[in-house]
């Protein structure tokens, strides 16, 4: 069986990928067993920025009633 240098490539990209899935273990009912809902609905959302350095970013801030 000839090989060329691309198809080598390709072969060798698919077992990472295969093989990187594999050892991540996608398993999406296990991942959606581990969410939680935040208790948020009750909570004040407040807008703020941030001071830590000059550039100024934006946060959301919540807080009980």
Known sequence: M???R???FKIC???MAGT???ALGFAPTAAMAQT???KLLRARE???TCTYCSV???LLMYSHR
């Open 46 to 48: 407040t807008r703020n």
């Open 36 to 38: 939680r809902h935040y």
């Open 20 to 22: 990187t899935a594999a």
């Open 6 to 8: 691309r198809q080598f």
């Open 13 to 15: 990209a698919g077992g």
């Open 2 to 4: 000839q090989v060329s």
């Open 56 to 58: 100024g970013c934006g």
